[in-house]
């Protein structure tokens, strides 16, 4: 395993976890595997830019031995604490035990958390300026995008700045950089990876992207903790992100179900009639045969949405009830949308599902429409109209 040259003196010396296909424990579909990047710098100081998933340790370690001995790290910038980037800290450290650990105060705290083991470390804060002999690293908190001790590192004299999961994708390829993989597949995971995480943090994003273009930095790469690093165009991610957390959206529905014996189906098949009927683009999708990460990636820019279940012990079947709690924490601002579905003896899941909605901040835009057991041609015509209302209101936008 060796480091791949990203600059002079400074490697990549991550790990490429090809068959990753989840990631956050089930909450996130790595269809195309991750990689954990982790960054060497070689000056009067030799430094290490986050480090990988424990499991992973092994294969940074290779890659850090084919550049330099491992011993001779002295200085460690913890930008994340997630484990993903700080995993194969312990196994490290027992070859440079004396290494200098930098980070947020947040950092510091978290780490003794996670590892319960005496650390050489030492808090920083925006603005610092960290000299690794020839070159000096400009440390930028980022708190809460996406967690409390978030950080980026600026590399000044090579105008690299290290972004941590900020501009990321979950993506394993032999390639480290944006030139060398289709731009489309790159946009789509880099567009997945916000929509998925970054999300609900997209106020705090577009105030921390002012702060840094007020600091004038110029910015020639940026070397993300996953997936390609931004070398050919840097600011097309930065102006992606700037779209991103401007929460805009398109006049679009996306309709998410899950159903029994059909009917629930049968009634989400009349909805995106008359959405379609209407001429407004729209997505169909039976959650409990989808990943949720795409479903998700495509509400993203949606102004609708529509969601239905069946009705099952009392509540909502069990695909959806996972589906909705994980939109209801993305906090989509400026959306409508309805509930529908059916039940036997009691349709507390529609109920529920409209509840859930609200809570999410969705402004309902129809009552719940419900069904005993499967719809007449009557109930049909009203999910038929249904669709063409949130349509009308769409196009309205
Ligand atoms: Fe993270
Ligand atoms: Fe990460």
Redesign the pocket.
Known sequence: MQAVPIAKNIWWVGAIDWTARHFHGQTYTTQRGTTYNAYLILDEKITLIDAVYGPFAGEMIQRIRSVVPAEKIDTIIAN?I?P??SGALPELLKFCPNARIYGSERAGQGLEHYYHQKLNFQAVKTGDLLSLGRRTLRLIEIPMIHWPDSMMSYLVEDQILFS??TF?QHYATSERFDDEVPQETLMEETGKYYANILWPFGNLIAQRLAEIEKMAIPIRMIAT??GLSWRKDPWKVIEAYKRWSANETKPKIVVVYETMYGSTAKMAGKIVEGISDAGVPFKLYDIAQTDRTSVIYDMFDAKAYIVGSSNHDGGILPNMVSFMEFLKGLHPKNRIGCAFGSYGWSGVAIMKLEAILKEAGVAIVHPALSVVYAPDDAQLTACYELGKKVAALVQKG
Request: glycine residues 12%; without cysteine; proline residues 0%.
């Open positions: 994340h997630e993903d980037h941590n999961d990321g903790s996953h």
